[in-house]
């Protein structure tokens, strides 16, 4: 094998599916150190929303992936970085095609993305079938670490349902026994009402409306004014970027605010309070990232953020930093030589992540096990009320691993 050869076999990534592994671990084990250093810049595929409601979450989880490669002087397990940068647009009926991009045309190592559960699970059957390494910085549908869960599938943000599944605990302490979810009607919207749900019913409360908009559509008035109807003791809300604040100003408006509490997943006020107002004043929510955590860590990663990109870090810049460190782990323990696919695996699992959000591991699943914290919306921050949920766990239904 010349050495073009061993760099286009390394690029290729996972050969079919998990069996492939094995395989590809015996040839990359056997490339000579000189040969390492030798190695061209590791391809990194990016497929990331840089246009439409979701923009902005894509680039905060890109500058956060980033920030972890400068840490590293600009390498991971020693290897330089070649990124190649595919738009998915939040558009589910183009994920095979743009995955695709970063498989077949580019030949990426890795793939990092995306945002939207829907473009994920377009993702999941092609990188299932390629076994190309894909660390997914935030779109939480539950399939990828659930019935479709692969050994080359890892996740560095969140299940859906983990997200709003210690919301029923924190209604109950509160006193509401009814609520009404609202929110888009896709992958994510469901899966983060049915964690609400199994969490609010577990503890007495009752889920009297399921309220649904199509995704991405921003047009909440007639939902607004069935809720105003119903007059739940809450509401509970997933929308996000965009959405999240015209949603929030629409509460607002419609006369609901400090009549009906508002609570959600934390991406209803996650990287929105410069745009709102104060109509996100009060909201409560849980997620796995707070602002004031006060730990030296995040400290430390806020101040680096701020510095690089002249913005404030959110859970978006988190999860895209974390899928770095998550990386670096791998590539760390096989000296960057990434077609030692199982060695890389192997020391992805194994990882304690120190992030700025806590310390977290992965699930069997490769799912993060991780606190979820009550959060309130303090003026433009989303402050640390407490931890709702210690180290909560996707239960991965389906997922035989
Ligand atoms: C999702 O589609 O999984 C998602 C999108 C934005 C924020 C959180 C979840």
Known sequence: MTQ????????????KGSAAIAGATAVGTLLPSAALAQQAKLKVGLMLPYTGTFAQLGVAITNGFK????????KLGGREIEFVTVDDESNPAKAPENVNKLVQRDKVDVV????????VMG???VLK????????PNGGAGAMTGAMCAPNFFRTSFSNWQTTHALGKVLKAKGHKTAVFITWKYAAGEEMMEGFKEGFEKEGGKLVKELYTPFPQVEFQALLTEIASIKPDAVVAFFAG????KFLKDYQAAGLKGKIPLYGSGFLTDGVLDAVGDAAEGVETTLHYADGLDTKKDKAFRLAYAKTFKLQPDVYAVQGYDAGQLLAAGLEAVKGNVADKAGVIKAMEAAKID????????SKAHNPVQDMYLRKVVGKENKTMGVAWKALADPARGCKM
Do not use: C, Y
Request: charged content about 20%.
């Open 129 to 136: 079938e390629s076994g190309t390494l894909w660390i997914n």
């Open 355 to 362: 992030s700025p959000r806590g310390q977290w591991t992965l």
């Open 67 to 74: 920030l972890a490669v400068d840490e590293r002087g600009g």
């Open 242 to 245: 965009g959405g999240a604040a």
């Open 4 to 15: 073009n050869d061993k760099d286009v076999f390394a690029r290729r990534g996972f050969l």
């Open 123 to 125: 993702m999941a059957k």
């Open 112 to 119: 990092i993305g995306t945002v939207h559960s829907g473009v």
